[in-house]
């Protein structure tokens, strides 16, 4: 399924001589009918390159680059009929510099989303803190005891088992493993710095819920769904600690928790 800019995000000159190619290249086709598997084959090859293109032109435009929907259906269909109107060397140029165009406009706007969401997690940190009951550690973890435990602290070699809920500031679930047939199982040590400092805080049968810095989770890179520079909401309740020796069989896997 792809996704289109609204029609507010893209400049009106733009919006108004895209619809008009649009209508102006489908009209002499309003008639054809799809008759035969034939004719149902080749009319699904050409809505499916079109629905490949549809989505170049709108990505492409909400960069803010400039696209003539008219010639983009030229192109193709004299590209169809071999009379192209520019030789392979001169359609890869434009296309290289295009390219080149584009992957400069996704760095700003990759910039600047990332300033706005750091600046949104930094002060949602900063409110959170102030909350009655929130711990904050050296580190710039936040913590909030909502059931405290009395079982054991674990140790770093420990492997721990949880049911955590993760999300962003904003409240989007991005990971829950709350009711899970299979336990969610890890060693420690393999973890975000922010849930190995975090859990070793915890004593079996608690349950915390922290607010992690984006120093304490993924930092600059995106995973997921969650963008860069992104401060973390988790609640994990701690399950089960089980000492190394004590294990049989453990499959061999890092822990991002939520998307590792």
């Known amino acids: 399924m792809k996704t289109r800019m609204p029609t507010s995000f893209i400049p009106k000159s733009i919006t108004v001589a895209t619809c008009a190619a649009l209508f102006v290249s489908v009209a002499s086709f309003a008639g054809t009918s799809l008759k035969t598997d034939a004719d149902k084959t080749s009319y699904s090859i050409g809505a499916s390159i079109g629905n490949y293109i549809s989505g170049q032109v709108y990505n492409q435009v909400e960069l803010g680059s400039e696209v003539n929907v008219d010639l983009v ?3 193709f269909v004299d590209a169809l009929k071999d009379k192209q109107q520019l030789t392979d060397e001169e359609v890869l140029t434009y296309l290289n510099q295009r390219a080149e165009q584009l992957n400069a406009a996704r760095t700003v706007v ?11 997690s930094a002060a949602y940190l900063a409110e959170n803190q102030k909350k009655s ?18 079982g054991h ?3 770093p070699e420990d492997v721990v088992t949880v049911e955590y809920v993760g999300t962003l500031i904003d409240g989007t679930e991005f990971e829950n493993t709350v009711g899970r047939k299979e336990p ?3 060693a420690l040590m393999s973890v975000i710095p922010a849930w190995e400092e975090g859990l070793k805080l915890m004593p079996v049968g608690s349950k915390y819920r922290f607010v992690v810095p984006a120093s304490l989770a993924y930092g600059t890179e995106a995973v997921g769904i969650i963008p860069p520079e992104s401060a973390l909401i988790f609640e994990i309740e701690l399950k089960n600690i089980e000492k190394p020796s004590e294990i049989k069989e453990m499959k061999n896997k890092k822990m991002m928790p939520a998307h590792g």
């Open 73 to 75: 259906v030229q192109g």
């Open 184 to 186: 969610t199982r890890f």
């Open 110 to 120: 990759a910039e600047k989303q990332m300033a706005e969401t750091k600046k949104a």
């Open 133 to 150: 009951g929130v711990k904050v550690t050296a580190s710039g973890l936040q913590y909030e005891v909502l059931t405290q435990g009395k």
């Open 153 to 155: 602290k674990p140790n």
